[in-house]
């Protein structure tokens, strides 16, 4: 799987580094590394909407710290 976090002006201003950062630990801790991909991408188009995460072909706005552990198990855990 290829997960890739916007850090775009928009969602870097809207906390992208804190994203990356908790999508390199969830990765970690669950062994996954040789199962996700994670990569920065420039502007995903959805500048309004929050940070934008791409998951394979599957753009998600508005992630945040507060659902960022849904999030990852909706999109992440769910499909590998």
Not at 2 to 9: A, H, P, R
Not at 35 to 45: N, P, Q
Not at 62 to 74: A, L, Q, R, Y
């Amino acid at each position: 799987m290829k997960v890739y976090v916007c850090v775009g002006s928009s969602c870097h201003l809207r906390g992208s580094y804190d994203i990356i950062n908790l999508m390199k630990e969830s990765i970690a801790k669950r062994q996954l590394e040789d199962k996700v991909e994670l990569s920065a991408a420039f502007c995903l188009g959805k500048c309004t909407d929050g940070v934008s995460v791409k998951f394979d072909d599957e753009v998600v706005c508005g992630v945040s710290k507060d659902n960022f552990d849904e999030i990852f198990s909706d999109y992440v855990l769910s499909k590998i």
